[in-house]
Nanobody, 118 residues
Framework: QVQLVESGGGSVQAGGSLKLSCTSS????????MAWYRQAPGKERELVSS???????NYADSVKGRFTISQANVGNTLYLQMNSLTTADTAVYYC????????????WGQGTQVTVSS
């Protein structure tokens, strides 16, 4: 059974930074691909960033140059460093693991709230 637990969310002023962490139990890091998603109130969940087993990363245009995804295989932890935060980044952020053939992910964390105030 794979469990994902996010942490590091909170409240920050615009221009500030936060670093999210996602720790996993089970085989999450052996799946080959992990990702961060977010969902703002009244909006659909959207992909923020993903990382493959070989280190290849992908970012949404809205976060390129500001967010950095990384992983530490020792400790099975996925990170999302978020800099230059804006109010548009306010959302619940979710960690996801094990990409499916249809483009989704099999395992999800419970989410961590990020609130950016102006």
């Amino acid at each position: 059974q794979v469990q994902l637990v996010e942490s590091g969310g909170g409240s920050v002023q615009a221009g500030g930074s936060l670093k999210l962490s996602c720790t996993s139990s089970g085989a999450a890091f052996s799946c080959g691909k992990m990702a961060w998603y977010r969902q703002a109130p009244g909006k659909e969940r959207e992909l923020v960033s993903s990382i493959r087993w070989d280190g290849t990363t992908n970012y949404a245009d809205s976060v390129k140059g500001r967010f950095t995804i990384s992983q530490a295989n020792v400790g099975n932890t996925l990170y999302l460093q978020m800099n230059s935060l804006t109010t548009a980044d306010t959302a619940v952020y979710y960690c996801a693991a094990c990409a499916t053939d249809s483009g989704g992910y099999t395992y999800w964390g419970q989410g961590t709230q990020v609130t950016v105030s102006s």
